[in-house]
């Protein structure tokens, strides 16, 4: 059961100092796709919410926007606190109505989501120039996956991706966040291969009300885990994501595949049809490039 409500705001854009985004826009107050890791429930403290994550959702409703054209070329990134489509979107239409209003912005338009409902906006989303839409996926077990979000299985996530890179958009597959001993990041690389162009790396980060809770699940869950996630989140130990970026860095080369550990350094892609692989491991790293899992 969510607590829906509509509310007003002052404004839908706010400017960022992200360096992904000039701008971000949320739609929504809230995200009922209620992931167990979200970095983003710290939303509840600013909006007065006491509900569970999840459990709520605001419905913005916002002036108009004018002038559209002084944001040409300026990076918007949709949804940094929310996903952009929750299944509430379908009746809703806050994101929709945001791109309409954005429409002929020359905007550069970016957004993460973990649902195929983005499809409906494909006509839309096409007539900006270089939009960015990337699928959050961070395994290929569903049960897993159903352990950890309410939101679309990973198959309907694929099957949006390969619509959107067969339409000739840029699509990216967002692995996030990895979790240690059980994100399978080579098999789903092999599968997104041929329909992203980019995949970006995250590691989980566990802070707040989020880091008893998947301990709490990895106890019962993956009993075997436990003394790994011991090292890492009791310790401070990074070995795992040290060896990890090594391992991955000869697989990808072994793939053929180009692995990138800073975007500063990257001279672009090498390999038509191929993604990149962008490592965004260590969280400091991933709070510079302002990007929601
Ligand atoms: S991680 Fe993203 S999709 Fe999941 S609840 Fe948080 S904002 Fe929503």
Redesign the pocket.
């Known amino acids: 059961m969510v607590l829906i409500k509509s509310v007003e705001a002052r404004s839908i854009l706010s400017k960022s100092n992200l360096p992904v985004g000039d701008y971000s826009a949320n739609p929504y107050v809230g ?1 009922t ?3 167990k ?5 710290f939303m509840k403290r600013f909006t007065g919410h006491s509900e569970e ?2 459990a709520f959702l605001d419905v913005k409703n916002w002036p108009a926007l004018k002038k559209v054209e002084k944001y040409a070329g300026r990076e918007i990134l949709i ?1 940094s ?3 952009p489509y929750l299944p509430q979107e379908e009746h809703y239409g806050r994101t929709r109505l945001l791109l309409e209003q954005l429409q002929g912005s020359g905007a550069k338009l970016s957004l ?1 989501t ?1 649902s195929d409902l983005v499809e409906r906006d494909l006509d839309l989303l096409s007539t900006f120039p270089g939009v960015t839409v990337a699928w ?1 996926i961070n395994t290929l077990q569903e049960d897993f996956r159903a352990d950890m ?1 309410c ?1 679309a299985s990973i198959e309907r996530r694929l099957k949006a991706m390969e619509h959107f890179h067969k339409a000739g958009l840029r699509t990216v597959c967002f692995i996030s966040p990895i979790f240690p001993g059980i994100t399978e990041v080579e098999e789903i690389i092999s599968r997104v291969r041929g329909i992203c162009v980019e995949v970006w790396l995250e590691n989980l980060n566990l802070r707040g009300h989020s880091r008893g809770v998947i301990l709490a699940y990895i106890r019962r869950k993956y009993p075997h885990l436990v003394s790994l996630y011991r090292e890492i989140y009791g310790r401070g130990d990074k070995t795992y994501w040290v060896d990890l970026d090594l391992s991955l860095a000869q697989w990808a080369a072994r793939q053929g595949l180009t692995y990138v550990t800073k975007r500063t350094n990257w001279q672009g892609p090498t390999q038509e049809g191929s993604p990149t692989i962008f490592n965004y491991f260590y969280h400091e790293l991933i709070k510079k490039c302002g990007i ?2």
């Open positions: 995200c796709h209620a992931c890791y979200c970095y983003a429930s994550w999840g949804g606190v929310t996903d993460i973990k959050s979000d939101a929601r899992n």
